[in-house]
Every structure is written in structure tokens, then in C-alpha cells.
């Protein structure tokens, strides 16, 4: 895995119309893109996958679209205007900025990289005989290395608890860590820096009152919790889900759409009895991994990784992590975020933010268990994971996008054979049928071999050729993308073998 994969996904993703250097005509602004024809397809899918799984298949969660701009004080109540900061540290030689947390916790990475080479080793040395978890437990260079990470995150989380930056500097000295671009240990002090977009409501002669650009989709379903909870009569346990913009000065902001400073999210509340949080936390770190596996990227590929350094508001917090390009990254969070954020509002908008729980007989503010999955990662990851390009029994090679068959931008291309012979006008009768179930397309272009290349660049589960054939007896040839073994078949029974492939169902039951 490699900065070369990277590269390619980002090539693809441009010459097949999935993403686009946003305002490339002025060159472009950096850590901002345009989804194209198809990127745009591909991620109303895979928010149609989510929804219909988090929303529509729970009885007990339902969806709002909340708006970007909100009331200023929401973003006091929420912690953000006075926590949401990232520790940042300079290189004085290279002037490169970091992230300090990220420099700490990648020489952390390091650290368990030796370790799984340690346990690799004894692998190799012990065979099938080979006890991993008493080799973890006994020997010493592991131990070492796991009381060095154990020491390393007590002291990051005890400075910052503190609000201790100079102390955060220390343990980058401390542990030797280096510029990755020049090398040298010269560092700045660390400092705090809020990440929040602002802006201003109104003209300035008017007044101008600073509003910020939402830097999370969360708190406009907070602020609707009495709204939605009464008018959809919902009891607890229940959730509220919400897909849109959110906003954040990202100082490094890089790796494609990985870390943008405008992207979406797809999040959900969900409002539980105080005290039950622990179940609820284990059962949506359960059902989202199921989420996940169902697209079948490879339950390999998918890692849990708790916080060291939890957010303001929560008790518990937790990352699935993907396999991308660039290695193990955060994908999307579990978060349990406690009535910190009820509460809080409650507090500063003076409205009583409960809930009558009629088992017990008595009012509560209650507790809450987020997900939240960024939209544009869950997009990478199933780009890069998809791109690969295979060598043919004939010695050819191509280039394909196994999509799973469900979110790909185009369900089924109908093509005539030839140009003539009244071969379009019978394909576009095809596809006239076609498309009020599925995204199709029409191609004459080319020689068909060519033709299918494209598709299965562009991750098309079916092509359906129209030959001379059709205009006797009503059949075509169906050609399937992974296996690209082409079949004869009937155009009546085109709807259901496509239905079938294509169906949310298959993935969500
Ligand atoms: N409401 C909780 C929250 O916002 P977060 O961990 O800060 O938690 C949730 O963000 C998810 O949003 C992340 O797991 C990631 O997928 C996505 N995300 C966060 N910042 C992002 C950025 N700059 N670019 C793209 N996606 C981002």
C-alpha cells in the first residue's frame, strides 16, 4: 500500500468523472473538490445505503436536515467555540505544522509496528505450535514495548487533561520525534487553534453578528431533540439522523478527501436511559461493523481504535479505521457522548431539554450514543478499495472498479452492436424500459471490447449488448463486470436479473 495507490485513485477519480480539483480553472483550492457525472451517483448511493439501514430499517430512528448556519450560542453551549482546538506544533526548518497529537501517536504506530514483527517472528519460529497470546504475555521485547506505550499515552493524556502544551512538547523532544520533511528536532511551542469557520448574518451597518459554518452535523439534531421527540411521539430508546455539510479550518488538510475543510457527514443520536450507555455503546459499535462487512471491502481491512484523547464531551470513544491508500485511518466514530450536550443547551437557552419517562414516572435528560462516518472517507475507501487492475488468461490486462453492485453510478449500459441495421432504435427501446428502475446509459461508441473496458473502469455491473439476433427473437447477451462471462437472455427477463444484483437488499438483510 502506497502514496503510488493514492495516486492512482486521484488519476482515475478525474478521468472517469468521479472527482474533480474544485475551481480547477484558476488552479484550484487546495483541500476542496467537485464530485463529477459519476462521483456524484456513487455518493448519493452510499447515503442511500446508509439511510435506508440507519433510518428507514429502525422503527425507532428517524431523519431531519437541519441547517448549516445556527444560532452563535449553540457553539458556546457545545464546548466548540472554547475546545475545539487541535494542539499544533511547527518545524522551524522545513516550517511544516503538525498536529501534535499526530506526531505522538505515529511514533506510537511505530512502536506496535515492532511489536508485530516481534509476534511475527515467533510465528515463523513456532509454526501452528505458536501461542500468540502467551507470547504477547511473556515475552520480553513485547512487554517492553507495550509498558513504552503505555508510558507515552499516560504522560500525552495527563498534559492535555491539563492543558499542559509545554508539556506536550516535552514528550516530542523527549521521544526524538523529527520532521518527516527535514529531519531536524527544531520545534516551536505547541499551541491551541480553534478550528471553526466564521462569518457574518447580516450587512455591517446593520450589525454584524458572527455565526460560524457548522463543524458538525450533531448539534442541529441536539437543538431538535424536544421538537422531533414530541411531534413523532418517540419513545426512549430513540435516535435522530441527519447527512450534511460540516465545516473546519483544517491546518493540514491533505490526502485527497480524506481531510477536507468542507465535507459531509452522516450522523445519529441516539437518546438512551442515563446509566445504559455501556450496552448501547457495544451494540452500535456491533451493528455499524456489520454495516460495513455487509459492503464486503474485506473485514480485514476494518480495525477498531479507542481514543487516548477523548473529545469534550464524551466517556467513551471509539474509531473504526479503514484500510485506506495511506494505511489505517479513522473512517468513523462511535462516540458515548453522555447528556453533555442536553444538558449544555439547556443551560444556555434556559428550555428544559428532558424527557417523561412514564415506566419510571419521572423526567431526565438523557444520555446519547453518536455515530458519525464521514461521507467523502466512506467514498475513498470504497474507491481505492475497489481499483485494481488484473491480468486476463490471454495475457491482457484491465482496469477495474468492483463497486459493490448496489452503490455503482450506473446500473446496466446498453449498447447496439453496430450503428445500423435499426440496432440503437431496438437498444434505446431497452433502455426506455429500463431506466425507471435503474441508472442506465446508452453507448454506440467504439468497438464493443472497448466499450467494456470503460464500464468496468467505471464499475458498471452489467452491459447489455443488442446484436442481430435481438430483432428475431428478443434476446440479447448480458455481460456481467467481475466475471465478464456473457450470457443469453431474454429482454423480459432483464428487470429481475439486474433487480437482483443491484438490490440495498442483498446487502443490508
Ligand atoms: N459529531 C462527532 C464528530 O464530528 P469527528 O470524529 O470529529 O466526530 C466524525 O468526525 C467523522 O467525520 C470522522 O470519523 C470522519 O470520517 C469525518 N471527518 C471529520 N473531519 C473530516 C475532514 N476534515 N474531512 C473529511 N471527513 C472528516
Not at 477519480?13 to 467537485?34: M, R
Not at 459499535?285 to 480485514?300: P, S
Amino acid at each position: 500500500m502506497s502514496d503510488d495507490l493514492l495516486k492512482k485513485v486521484i488519476s482515475h477519480a478525474k478521468e472517469y468523472g468521479f472527482i474533480f480539483p474544485s475551481s480547477e480553472i484558476y488552479d484550484g483550492l487546495s483541500a476542496t473538490y467537485d464530485y463529477g457525472q459519476n462521483g456524484s451517483e456513487l455518493k448519493n448511493n452510499i447515503k442511500k445505503y446508509w439511510w435506508k439501514s440507519m433510518v428507514q430499517m429502525h422503527e425507532n430512528i428517524v431523519g431531519i436536515d437541519a441547517s448549516i448556519f445556527m444560532h452563535p450560542t449553540t457553539w458556546k453551549a457545545s464546548g466548540h467555540v472554547d475546545a475545539f482546538n487541535d494542539p499544533l506544533i511547527d518545524n522551524k526548518d522545513s516550517k511544516k505544522r503538525y498536529r501534535a497529537d499526530v506526531l505522538i501517536e505515529e511514533h506510537v504506530e511505530k512502536i506496535r509496528g515492532k511489536i508485530n514483527k516481534e509476534v511475527a517472528k515467533g510465528f515463523k519460529r513456532f509454526g501452528d505450535d505458536f501461542d500468540e497470546t502467551e507470547f504477547r504475555k511473556t515475552n520480553p521485547n513485547v512487554l517492553r514495548n507495550v509498558a513504552k506505550i503505555e508510558e507515552i499515552e499516560q504522560k500525552f493524556k495527563d498534559s492535555l487533561g491539563k492543558d499542559d502544551l509545554p508539556a506536550v512538547k516535552e514528550l516530542i523532544e523527549e521521544l526524538g520525534i523529527a520532521c518527516p520533511v527535514s529531519g531536524s528536532k527544531n520545534w516551536t511551542d505547541v499551541r491551541q487553534f480553534n478550528l471553526m469557520f466564521s462569518t457574518e448574518m447580516g450587512s455591517v451597518a446593520e450589525g454584524a453578528n458572527t455565526i460560524y459554518l457548522r463543524p458538525e452535523t450533531a448539534q442541529g439534531i441536539f437543538v431538535n431533540f424536544l421538537n422531533v421527540q414530541k411531534t413523532g411521539r418517540m419513545k426512549i430508546p430513540f435516535g435522530i439522523a441527519q447527512i450534511g455539510k460540516a465545516f473546519r479550518n483544517e491546518i493540514i488538510a491533505r490526502q485527497f478527501i480524506f481531510r477536507m475543510r468542507e465535507f459531509e457527514q452522516m450522523e445519529m443520536q441516539f437518546f438512551i436511559k442515563p446509566g445504559t450507555q455501556k450496552e448501547w455503546f457495544e451494540y452500535w459499535k456491533k451493528t455499524r461493523i456489520n454495516w460495513h462487512n455487509a459492503l464486503g471491502l474485506g473485514e480485514e481491512n476494518y480495525r477498531f481504535h479507542d481514543h487516548l484523547k477523548l473529545a469534550h464531551y464524551a466517556d467513551a470513544a471509539t474509531d473504526i479505521e479503514f484500510n485506506f491508500p495511506m494505511g489505517f485511518k479513522e473512517l468513523e466514530g462511535v462516540h458515548s457522548r453522555t447528556d453533555f450536550d442536553l444538558k449544555a443547551h439547556e443551560e444556555h437557552s434556559g428550555k428544559k431539554l428532558q424527557y417523561f419517562d412514564p415506566q419510571d414516572n419521572k423526567s431526565y435528560v438523557p444520555y446519547v450514543i453518536e455515530t458519525s462516518i464521514g461521507l467523502d472517507r466512506m467514498f475513498l475507501a470504497i474507491l481505492s478499495n475497489s481499483l485494481k487492475e488484473e491480468t486476463l488468461e490471454d495475457g491482457s490486462s484491465r482496469t477495474v472498479l468492483t463497486l459493490p453492485a448496489a452503490l455503482a453510478p450506473t446500473k446496466a449500459v446498453i449498447m447496439p452492436l453496430t450503428k445500423k441495421d435499426g440496432l440503437p432504435e431496438k437498444a434505446m427501446e431497452v433502455m426506455n424500459e429500463l431506466k425507471y428502475d435503474f441508472n442506465c446509459q446508452y453507448d454506440e461508441k467504439d468497438s464493443p471490447g472497448k466499450r467494456y473496458r470503460r464500464q468496468d473502469a467505471l464499475g458498471t455491473p452489467y452491459c447489455i449488448m443488442i446484436d442481430h439476433q435481438t430483432l428475431e427473437d428478443n434476446t440479447v447477451t448480458i455481460r456481467d463486470r467481475d466475471t465478464m462471462k456473457q450470457d443469453r437472455v431474454s429482454i423480459t427477463e432483464l428487470n429481475a436479473i439486474i433487480a437482483e444484483k443491484v438490490s440495498f437488499k442483498t446487502l443490508l438483510k
